[in-house]
């Protein structure tokens, strides 16, 4: 008995090492193709897959370059932020058991939700106090849903409504 839990919890190990490592190499490729330089591009995939959120730059994301990285980056938290068992079976054989996961389907609700809100509560502002554009809005609200914390603009200046969906 002790047996088959050593070898499960091995096997489950090797599944969950192999998802990691096959998504930092593809995630620090595609940030690589999309304008991050090497360096940034391994570090940013490291902490991306693992949803840490932490950058080389003082700030964050928006010292990435353009929109191409960002677009990458936000990708690879939400690929970081899906279960690793769920991606694992979806490799090996079942793609569908990614349509048929309800955890997926909340976290993308309640990512479509934040984007709203933030998106919603950011258009009300007067265009002077607005942080940035609608596209560093849901970025910062796909990054909170995936608890990646990566950021495009200063938190600190978004409306108190903003902060509230993102908390």
């Given at each position: 008995?002790?047996?088959?839990l050593v070898a499960g919890t091995r096997a489950r190990a090797r599944q969950v090492m ?26 940013h995939a490291l902490t991306a897959v693992s949803t840490g959120g932490f950058s080389t ?103 108190p409504a903003s902060k509230l969906a993102l908390i």
């Amino acid at each position: 008995a002790s047996d088959d839990l050593v070898a499960g919890t091995r096997a489950r190990a090797r599944q969950v090492m192999t998802i990691y490592g096959g998504l930092t190499v593809l995630g620090a490729a595609l940030l690589w193709l999309s304008g991050a330089s090497p360096f940034d591009a391994l570090l940013h995939a490291l902490t991306a897959v693992s949803t840490g959120g932490f950058s080389t730059h003082g700030d964050s994301a928006a010292g990435l370059g353009g929109r191409a990285v960002q677009a990458a980056l936000i990708l690879l938290c939400l690929a970081g932020a899906i279960s690793f068992s769920l991606q694992h079976r979806a490799v090996r054989g079942d793609p569908l058991a990614l349509l048929r996961d309800h955890e997926l389907h909340a976290l993308l609700l309640a990512a479509a939700v934040t984007c709203g809100l933030v998106l919603l509560a950011e258009s009300a502002a007067p265009a002077s106090a607005s942080p940035g554009s609608a596209a560093d809005a849901a970025f910062l609200a796909l990054s909170a849903q995936t608890t990646a914390g990566f950021g495009t603009t200063e938190v600190a200046n978004l409306t108190p409504a903003s902060k509230l969906a993102l908390i």
